[in-house]
């Protein structure tokens, strides 16, 4: 069996030009949703997100209020923008790129974004909001691909759902989303301390890899018929690219399109919809402030 390819670039597209058309009517009403990303230094592949994101911004219609710091900038810098981009009521969402230079205290950044701007869903109300299931902005990758298995109609209730990695972005929401009644599924998460990982692996329905390592999962470790979401972006030297490098997953695709049912791709998968569903959760903000005020 070869797996049928997820096209995350097409469903992305999908869900921005729907994003985009209710954009227009907010413009209409004198609203422009607006959203400021924050970059400090330039770890080439943070220029890169950054880069991809502020493009989906522009091609939404939306403004942009960006801002790029040197590298050298100091943490109270860094919060004195967040204090007046969370003041700015033109501004609907505020997103610091990670990671931040080492003398910068990631927590104290992300947790003074005020929970109303929070569209990455990281500062803790957001996270307290995802675990209890109360309305709130859910994580951009981990919501992006609940959209990926309900475009391609991926049955999820009663599944065994397997998530290698438990990053505070992707791991544990993703978990935390696939219990929810929505999704019904049974959520095992693996990690760095798991033994025998294939034993898990293997028992999955629905594979979601965030290890961040090229090759955690191979082909034999995956049950026929599984769906496989390839969260990772590792960049590996490659003399053939003008760039030196090329992009692949956490998971080996070949081996691994041989015994799955569907497979995300690396490039093309859930990267683009991490980038869908931020500009989503802006118009999001833009929308409760109107019901707000
Ligand atoms: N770095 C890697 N992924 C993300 C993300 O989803 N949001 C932010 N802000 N930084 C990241």
């Known amino acids: ?119 990455d869903g990281f500062h803790p109300v957001n996270v307290g909001k995802l675990v209890t299931g109360e309305k709130g902005f859910l994580p951009c990758t981990p919501n992006g691909i609940t959209v990926l298995l309900k475009k391609m109609g991926v049955e999820t209730s009663g599944k065994n759902v397997v998530v290698v990695g438990r990053s505070n972005i992707v791991g544990k929401p993703m978990a935390l989303l696939m219990i929810r009644k929505e999704f019904n599924s049974t959520v095992t998460i693996c990690h760095t301390g798991t033994k025998n990982l294939a034993d898990y692996t293997k028992n999955a329905d629905i ?7 090229p090759a955690t999962v191979t082909g034999d470790m995956i049950k026929e018929g599984a769906c496989v979401i390839d969260v990772g972006v590792n960049r590996i030297p490659d003399s053939t690219k003008k760039s030196g490098f090329r992009l692949v997953g956490d998971v080996d695709f070949e081996g691994a399109k ?15 919809m991490t980038i869908a569903m931020l500009i989503y959760n802006t118009l999001e903000s833009a929308e409760n402030r109107i019901i707000k005020n």
């Open 207 to 213: 594979l979601i890899v965030a290890s961040g390592h």
């Open 1 to 119: 069996m070869s797996a049928v390819i997820i096209d995350g670039k097409q469903i992305a597209a999908e869900v921005k030009a729907d994003v985009a058309k209710k954009v227009e009517g907010l413009k209409a009403k004198g609203i422009t949703p607006c959203l400021a990303v924050i970059l400090v230094g330039d770890n080439p592949a943070s220029v890169s997100y950054v880069t991809g994101k502020r493009k989906a911004l522009e091609e939404a219609g939306m403004a942009d209020k960006s801002v790029v710091l040197p590298a050298d900038t100091s943490e109270e810098d860094v919060l004195k923008l967040i204090d007046e981009l969370n003041k700015d009521k033109s501004v609907h969402g505020i997103l610091v790129q990670l990671p931040l230079p080492k003398h910068i205290d990631e927590k104290k950044v992300t947790n003074a974004i005020i929970p109303e701007k929070d569209v």
């Open 258 to 272: 041989e015994k799955a049912s569907f497979i995300t791709p690396v490039p093309g998968g859930v990267g683009p």
